[in-house]
């Protein structure tokens, strides 16, 4: 079943031009709600299953920052997931854990009253020191950074004792691609 830009938490439904168009901060335009959802979606109503979502906490700190999809610091550490966690068997229940945990607390950071403020501490506090260990090729403290944001915003949204199914089935193509765990 596919998923429409009226279901995107990110679709701004103040924000209404003449006719049926609603302004979508991810394009930067208004968009017609009843076309397709793109990557960036995120499920504004929850059912049952695991939903595709292509936002991670990285992408919606940005967005909330008024950030491009293509900045350097979101193609960094799109790049670190692609050719370094993804290509070493270690990592990859770490992925899979993420996959499923990540789409939730970009939920909760983008419906936070507080979000931009909160935004501009995790890009300064975990974000960026990330972003340098990456470059500088200081991988395991790069890890480290992002586990310790992860967990922080576990606790933040009262997500410690989230479910994750570490006996699914992903099949490597797809991992690295945000799961929405649906309760």
């Known amino acids: 079943m596919a998923d ?3 279901e995107c938490l990110l679709l701004d439904l103040n924000d209404q031009k003449w006719g049926n168009e609603y302004f979508c901060p991810k394009k930067g335009k208004y968009v017609d709600p009843k076309n397709y959802a793109c990557s960036n979606f995120v499920k504004r109503k929850q059912n049952t299953g695991y939903q595709r979502s292509g936002c991670y906490i990285t992408t919606i700190i940005c967005n909330i920052l008024k950030q491009s999809d293509n900045c350097d610091l979101l193609e960094t550490l799109r790049n670190f997931r692609d050719q370094y966690l993804k290509q070493n068997a270690e990592y990859l229940i770490l992925l ?3 996959d ?11 419906e936070d009253e507080n979000n ?19 470059k500088q090729k200081d991988y395991d403290n790069a890890i480290t950074i992002y586990k310790n944001m992860v967990t922080a915003l576990k606790v933040r949204y009262n ?4 479910q994750i199914n570490y006996n699914r089935l992903t099949s490597f193509e797809e991992l690295g691609k945000g799961r929405i765990r649906i309760k």
Not at 100 to 110: K, T
């Open 100 to 110: 499923q945990i990540g789409p939730i607390i970009s939920n909760e950071l983008f």
């Open 4 to 6: 429409f830009c009226a």
């Open 159 to 162: 997500l410690l004792d989230c």
């Open 116 to 134: 931009v403020q909160i935004a501009k501490e995790l890009a300064k506090i975990f974000l960026i020191p990330c972003y340098y260990a990456i």
């Open 96 to 98: 899979d854990e993420y």
